[in-house]
């Protein structure tokens, strides 16, 4: 059976396509000498075999090698038939950890340097009729300051909150095909008040583009336009109006042609405004009652086991009575924020910035990159209410960040997406933000609560690091907090790794639930505040401060956490 065999983006999805997930022939290559050696070549061998989408150091991958991997390869077959190379013909990875070079029947067909996005590779002059050979190449260093490693740990074991690594592909892979016309990419900009959605479309050739939306399979509306370039915009009326609704959700379906050329998608009825003390969606102020999400598995590391597990991940949240998620120093997969595209669950697109060196300036060299390709994959989701390219720019071997280069990452985010707010570098140390975000993870609630009942009681920002940063009365939200630790099942520990957390550890589920509903009450009942991001949704290898085991069981009563959570705050009030 074929692993994560659903297709990874509906939101952007043609009819015909291939899933190559599965058994690849694999090997190591720890001298990085692999080309040296033409293991590109179609006859080359290799000793391993990995179960893909999984990396290597995963238990699902069939490998399960945890220490240092500075190069990979993989290598498989491919039947295709004649009337698909008629046409383009596209390899898509959904993520490969972190140089990565894709040869096609011997011959080099694109890199590409990152470790979190998307990308796709034309793959149709090197393939041919029947048997085909694709050869994936992936070097990986963690310790390379120009590389974004996000909580893959740097040492050898994993420490703190940094975890086992990633190398290699590490999301689904597959080919589609289409006509030499072809769409390229899309962007939907919503208009609530008159009940419309503006389709932006990049294009290969000319023609007719056109538009169809359904709501419950019934369509909606249609419009088609004729162009000569490679650009088309329309607007679709749409004959019926529901409004996307935090913790309901609510999807158009969208079928785009641009002549031969099909692609189906969604969208959703769905504007964000940022006032002096809320984030407004539609209209309506929302209270951000979000939980950290790390992203990490017990057997797939990085990569969730099946599409239930992304999708159980959300309604575990919803139940404990968040209504979205810090999606934390890693890119998510498409299919996920599909889900909460679904399930109306807010979420901030971030990116796994720990491991570069800001600053230096130069560090940007490859993340601006994948900022940029981020934001052109995710940017029609609803679910997704913000972008937050940084967290915690802590000062390096006695350097302070370049405010320069997270000026131009801030900078750049605004000019691709003036729809959504952003935030420079959650916590610390803001240089040109929308919003002022703080990280405190101070135990005692009656210190919490004084500290930041300060905001509207005197207009003053309680902040640990006002050397550093400086608040002008950008809106305040919450974004790390709790991460209170019980020790209620034995950790596995060894001499090298020791169960971490924030604080005094809770030693009981009273004490544990007192200091929750403290922190949290004061959040909430903070005229001033936009909303909390609570630490975290699951323990993580060593980490233990989640709400939830780390193989996702019940650790607290959900239904109390929800009662907490979920009462009004004073914003929505």
């Known amino acids: 059976m074929i692993p994560r065999n659903e297709h990874p983006n509906p939101n952007f999805k043609r009819a015909d396509y291939i899933i190559l997930n599965g058994e690849w022939d694999f090997e190591f290559d720890f001298g990085n000498s692999g ?31 945890k220490d240092f991997i500075p190069a990979v390869w993989y290598k498989r077959t491919v039947e295709i038939s004649k009337d698909r190379l008629n046409g383009k013909a596209f390899i898509v990875f959904g993520a490969v950890d972190f140089h990565s070079k894709v040869y096609v029947n011997g011959e080099l067909a694109g890199e590409h340097f990152g470790g979190y996005t998307t990308f796709r590779i034309d793959a149709t002059k090197f393939l041919k009729e029947g048997e085909n050979v694709i050869t994936v190449y992936a070097e990986d260093d963690t310790r390379d300051y120009h590389q974004a490693r996000g909580k893959q740990s740097e040492l050898f074991y994993s420490h703190g909150c940094d975890y086992t690594r990633t190398t290699g592909i590490w999301q689904t892979v597959y080919m589609e095909f289409c006509p030499e016309n072809y769409i390229k990419n899309v962007k939907y900009y919503p208009n609530i008040a008159d009940g419309t959605v503006t389709i932006t479309a990049d294009l290969c050739g ?64 769905r504007e964000v405004k940022l006032t002096d003390n809320a984030v407004e969606i539609n209209g309506e102020p929302v209270f951000q009652r979000l939980i950290l999400d790390q992203g990490f598995y017990p057997d797939g590391i990085y990569t969730a086991p099946t599409k239930e597990a992304l ?34 669950y807010i979420v901030w697109g971030e990116h796994g910035n720990w491991g570069l060196d800001w600053s230096k300036f130069d560090s940007i060299r490859y993340f601006l990159l ?19 390219p940084y967290n915690e720019t802590w000062d390096i071997d006695g350097r302070k960040q370049d405010d320069d280069s997270l000026r131009v990452v801030y900078r750049t985010v605004k000019a691709m997406d003036k729809t959504r707010p952003c935030i420079d570098t959650s916590g610390n140390f803001h240089v ?12 005692d609630y009656h210190i919490f609560k004084e500290n930041y009942d300060k905001l509207f009681k005197e207009d003053f920002l309680y902040d640990r690091f006002p050397e550093k940063q400086q608040w002008k009365g950008e809106p305040v939200f919450m ?95």
């Not at 009981?508 to 403290?518: D, H, I, N, V």
């Not at 290898?541 to 705050?569: C, H, P, T, V």
């Open 479 to 573: 974004s790390e907090y709790g991460g209170i630790r019980i020790e209620l099942k034995d950790p596995a520990e060894n001499d090298h790794k020791k169960a971490w957390g924030y604080g005094n550890a809770a030693t009981s589920y009273e004490e544990f639930y007192e200091r929750y509903a403290g922190l949290t009450d004061a959040l909430l009942d903070n005229p001033r505040m936009i909303g909390f991001c609570y630490t975290q949704l699951t323990d993580v290898e060593q980490e233990l401060n989640g709400i939830y085991y780390y193989d996702r069981s019940e650790k607290f009563d959900s239904e109390n956490l929800y009662k907490i959570n979920s009462r009004k705050a004073a914003i929505e009030k």
């Open 432 to 443: 040109e933000t929308d919003i002022f975000d703080v990280h405190d993870y101070e135990q």
């Open 35 to 65: 080309e040296e050696r033409n293991l590109f070549a179609v006859d080359s061998e290799f000793s391993k075999k990995i179960n893909v989408p999984f990396c290597p150091e995963s238990e699902l991958s069939g490998i399960n090698y």
């Open 311 to 344: 999708k159980n991940d959300i309604i575990l949240s919803m139940k404990a009575g968040f209504n979205g998620a810090r999606l934390h120093q890693k890119v998510f997969e498409p299919l996920f924020l599909h889900y909460c595209d679904e399930l109306g």
């Open 206 to 269: 000319s023609g007719d583009f056109s538009a169809k939306a359904f709501w419950d399979g019934k369509e909606v509306g249609s419009k088609a336009v004729k162009t000569y370039g490679q650009t088309a915009t329309l607007t679709l009326d749409l004959a019926e109006k529901h409004l996307w609704e935090v913790g309901k959700g609510g999807l158009y379906e969208l079928t785009l042609t641009f002549g031969d050329d099909v692609v189906t998608s969604f969208f959703g009825l």
């Open 370 to 388: 994948e900022i940029e390709e981020e934001i052109e994959r995710d940017f029609n989701h609803p679910a997704l209410i913000g972008w937050c």
